[in-house]
């Protein structure tokens, strides 16, 4: 269990620390793997002992080796922040799972022998290889989330470099999952989940195109499949708290004076903030509901 805490926060330093290559490059049209990073200032190489997560920025003081010129403090706290959310979804999907127990026996044994055996009572059971997919379905939309929060709140777009192959990564991940473990009610719900979400934002991106744009049409499909893959009422949660979420905010800074009714408020974050309380919460708020009413 420890273990399978430790990997995914060390991994997430790593994905983090190139998220903030992500967020910097994309919107700008540049490639995110040449030329090497550097800084902006003085645009000097960064070394790779200068480019440890968190610790070669603490190590540095928050400033350039060459030049002293100040490194902001985002990039240590998206690397941070991409540890715990990986974490975090770790530790939901060994709560959630009841194929938590192949992904231990596997790890234990990789770990133990530096091979998996092949048999009856194997670890890498077709049970095992899903619930592995399953996991690196949703760490990587948990990375794209991070990334794409940033971005619509940096430059109020939701770049297609970062979304629409995000169609094909979820289709290709959760599919071959449900392909293993024989749940094609679960594939077949994301694929109505993501038709559903689709349509409802594209009906409002017409009806009221000052307020929804169609870069948040492109995310609803992606969040409407990874989310109806998990059960309706993830679904519904999901979709109904990007609302709520997105609501307070624009009323907080109205009644702030620090946006009117005509301010452009980047709905991308909310969106993703209300899939993620679908995810994490959804099914037992979903519970809960139909209970209070009646329905359970």
Not at 1 to 14: E, R, Y
Not at 73 to 97: I, Q
Not at 189 to 212: D, E, H, N, S
């Amino acid at each position: 269990m420890i273990a399978l805490a430790l990997i995914p926060a060390v991994f997430g330093l790593l994905i983090g620390s190139f998220l903030n290559v992500v967020v910097y490059r994309v919107p700008n049209g540049l490639s995110i793997v040449s030329p090497p990073s550097a800084c902006p200032h003085c645009s000097y190489e960064i070394k790779s002992y200068d480019n440890i997560p968190v610790l070669s920025w603490l190590l540095l003081r928050g400033k350039c080796r060459n030049c002293k010129a100040t490194i902001s403090s985002r990039y240590p706290l998206v690397e941070a922040g991409t540890a715990l959310m990986f974490v975090g979804v770790a530790l939901w999907w060994m709560s959630s799972s009841s194929l938590v127990e192949h992904f231990e026996t596997g790890l234990a044994s990789l770990m133990t022998t530096g091979m998996l055996f092949l048999g009856a009572d194997a670890p890498t059971s077709s049970e095992f290889i899903a619930a592995v997919l399953i996991l690196v379905a949703f760490l990587y939309l948990a990375a794209i989330s991070i990334a794409l929060a940033l971005i619509d709140l940096d430059v109020h777009r939701l770049p297609n470099a970062i979304v629409l192959p995000s169609y094909v990564v979820a289709a290709a991940l959760l599919g071959a999952a449900s392909i293993l473990n024989g749940d094609f009610e679960a594939l077949l719900r994301g694929g109505i989940g993501l038709a559903i979400l689709w349509v409802a934002y594209l009906i409002m991106a017409l009806a009221y195109p000052g307020g929804m744009g169609f870069g948040d049409v492109k995310l609803a499909g992606v969040l409407g499949l990874y989310l109806g893959y998990l059960g309706w009422g993830e679904l519904a949660i999901g979709a109904f708290a990007a609302f709520l979420l997105g609501g307070l905010f624009a009323i907080a800074l109205v009644v702030s004076k620090r946006a009117n009714r005509k301010s452009g408020i980047p709905f991308g974050p909310w969106m993703l903030a209300g899939a993620w309380i679908g995810i994490f919460f959804g099914n037992w708020v979903w519970s809960g509901y139909l209970s209070l009413i009646g329905l359970s």
